[in-house]
Structures are given as structure tokens and as C-alpha cells.
């Protein structure tokens, strides 16, 4: 159980990271202690989450069919309520949030095309102003015009510059465009969440 979990936990970093809302995560951040009956627990999350916001999210991962468990279900209500206290959102992400597809595999294929170079806001708003200029285009035709930039459309989707329908497999012939702010069209972790 615990490996899939931790499985769980690499897929959410995936989605993190290619989250524009997201501004930065960090794995077990901090103890927090909570009121369970007669007693102080302590819980550590899984993730801390900062939105672009600047509000913070504190993430836990479980699978889905341990929520049926009346002890970790009692557990985790307790924990949301002393966090609501302390004015901090708390997600429970199961599966069917985190794997829900197309989505995971179009994100995983988006960085296998994205490469590994680091990309400056300004080179990212310049291959912003050229697709503007040539467009419109689809991922295929948005690599052959930032030919020669070292830009990828893959990266400018990635970073919430370009939008692109991630509810579809992606390939080199899905439709790409640019982002707006608060676009429905924008990447959202899980609809569920809303950012």
C-alpha cells in the first residue's frame, strides 16, 4: 500500500509542476498538532501547496478505498477542522483526482517534449508574442514557428502561457492558443480543488 501511495505522491508532482497556480510545493512540510477526543496528535501532510495567490494548501494523498476506513475518515475530519481553524485549506486527493485521464498522460507528455532547459519569463513571453503574431496554431505548428528560439510550445503550455484542451490526448496536432488569466481553459490540478 505504502508504494502505491508514494506513486500517488509522484504523479500529484507532476501536476504541481506544470500547475501555473502553483507557485511553489514542499513534501512533509511541517508537524501539525490537532485535538483527536482526549488527546493532542500531531500530523504531518504530504505536501504544503502556495498558490499564485499567495494562500496555502495543505495536501494529503491517500487511495481511495482507505477513506472507507472509519478511523482514518475520523482522523482527517479532525485535522480539516483545526486547519479550517487556523485559516489553511486541506485537500484529500485520492486516484481519481490525481490520475484522471487523459490529463496525467497528456502533462507527462507535454514534459517529454518540454526537454530540460530552464526558460526566462522574457524568453517565454517573447515565444507568447511570436505565436500571437503567426497564429493560430497547433503544438505542431508552434514548434515549427519557435524554431531556432529554443523554445518548445510544450514548455509555454506548461508554464500557463499557452493553453491547450488537456481533457483530449494531446499530440502535435491539438489545437494550442494563448492563456488567459483565469481562463477555464487555464491547467487546473483538479477541477475539484478550483485553481
Same mark, same amino acid.
Not at 134 to 152: E, F, N, V, Y
Not at 159 to 165: E, L, N, P
Given at each position: 500500500?505504502?508504494?502505491?501511495?508514494?506513486? &500517488?505522491?509522484?504523479?500529484?508532482?507532476? &501536476?504541481?509542476?506544470?500547475?501555473?497556480?502553483?507557485?511553489?510545493?514542499?513534501?512533509?512540510?511541517?508537524?501539525?498538532?490537532?485535538?483527536?477526543?482526549?488527546?493532542?496528535?500531531?500530523?504531518?501532510?504530504?505536501?504544503?501547496?502556495?498558490?499564485?495567490?499567495?494562500?496555502? &494548501?495543505?495536501?494529503?494523498?491517500?487511495?481511495?478505498?482507505?477513506?472507507?476506513?472509519?478511523?482514518?475518515?475520523?482522523?482527517?475530519?479532525?485535522?480539516?477542522?483545526?486547519?479550517?481553524?487556523?485559516?489553511?485549506?486541506?485537500?484529500?486527493?485520492?486516484?481519481?483526482?490525481?490520475?484522471?485521464?487523459?490529463?496525467?498522460?497528456?502533462?507527462?507528455? &507535454?514534459?517529454?517534449?518540454?526537454?530540460?532547459?530552464?526558460?526566462?519569463?522574457?524568453?517565454?513571453?517573447?515565444?507568447?508574442?511570436?505565436?500571437?503574431?503567426?497564429?493560430?496554431?497547433?503544438?505542431?505548428?508552434?514548434?515549427?514557428?519557435?524554431?531556432?528560439?529554443?523554445?518548445?510550445?510544450?514548455?509555454?503550455?506548461?508554464?500557463?502561457?499557452?493553453?491547450?484542451?488537456?481533457?483530449?490526448?494531446?499530440?502535435?496536432?491539438?489545437?494550442?492558443?494563448?492563456?488567459?488569466?483565469?481562463?477555464?481553459?487555464?491547467?487546473?490540478?483538479?477541477?475539484?480543488?478550483?485553481?
Amino acid at each position: 500500500m505504502v508504494e502505491f501511495e508514494e506513486l &500517488l505522491e509522484l504523479d500529484l508532482m507532476h &501536476l504541481l509542476e506544470a500547475a501555473p497556480e502553483v507557485a511553489a510545493y514542499r513534501q512533509q512540510p511541517v508537524d501539525i498538532s490537532y485535538p483527536d477526543d482526549d488527546a493532542l496528535r500531531k500530523y504531518t501532510p504530504d505536501f504544503e501547496v502556495l498558490l499564485t495567490s499567495g494562500q496555502f &494548501l495543505y495536501v494529503e494523498v491517500k487511495p481511495q478505498e482507505r477513506l472507507s476506513d472509519p478511523e482514518i475518515a475520523r482522523k482527517l475530519e479532525a485535522i480539516r477542522v483545526q486547519l479550517e481553524r487556523d485559516e489553511i485549506r486541506f485537500e484529500v486527493l485520492t486516484c481519481a483526482d490525481i490520475r484522471r485521464q487523459p490529463r496525467l498522460n497528456n502533462i507527462r507528455w &507535454l514534459y517529454r517534449q518540454a526537454g530540460t532547459a530552464p526558460v526566462t519569463a522574457g524568453a517565454a513571453d517573447f515565444g507568447a508574442r511570436r505565436l500571437a503574431a503567426t497564429g493560430p496554431h497547433t503544438i505542431g505548428s508552434a514548434h515549427a514557428a519557435l524554431r531556432g528560439t529554443g523554445l518548445d510550445p510544450a514548455i509555454l503550455i506548461l508554464k500557463g502561457i499557452c493553453a491547450c484542451d488537456l481533457d483530449h490526448p494531446v499530440s502535435f496536432e491539438t489545437p494550442i492558443h494563448l492563456a488567459q488569466e483565469n481562463s477555464h481553459e487555464r491547467f487546473r490540478i483538479s477541477r475539484r480543488l478550483g485553481f
